[in-house]
């Protein structure tokens, strides 16, 4: 079993930052394969940003520039730095391990 718990959602202006955490425990696994999807409201989940098997990252085309996906190995913590918030990225935001899901974190971004 893996457990995904998210945080670090919230309410922002347009223009604004936030910073999301997924914390992941359970069996011993790589935290590079958690990914970052998301799902607005009446739309399929997304995929945001993930680790490539040779470590690089790989973004949505609409958060390109903006988010930052990183990792900690020795925490079992996955972020998601996301700047110049647009309100378009209003959504659900899950991270995502082959097989398991976190409950999702709200992030709202007001005009």
């Known amino acids: 079993q893996v457990q995904l718990v998210e945080s670090g959602g919230g309410l922002v202006q347009a223009g604004g930052s936030l910073r999301l955490s997924c914390a992941a425990s359970?069996?011993?696994?790589?935290?590079?394969?958690i990914c970052w999807f998301r799902q607005a409201p009446g739309k399929e989940r997304e995929l945001v940003a993930r680790?490539?098997?040779?470590?690089?990252?790989v973004y949505n085309e609409f958060v390109r520039g903006r988010f930052t996906i990183s990792g900690d190995n020795a925490k079992d913590m996955i972020y998601l730095q996301m700047d110049d918030l647009k309100v378009e990225d209003t959504a659900v935001y899950y991270c995502?391990?082959?097989?398991?899901w976190g409950q999702g974190t709200q992030v709202t971004v007001s005009s």
């Open positions: 359970g069996r011993t696994f790589s935290s590079s394969a």
């Open positions: 680790f490539t098997v040779t470590g690089s990252t």
């Open positions: 995502y391990y082959p097989g398991y």
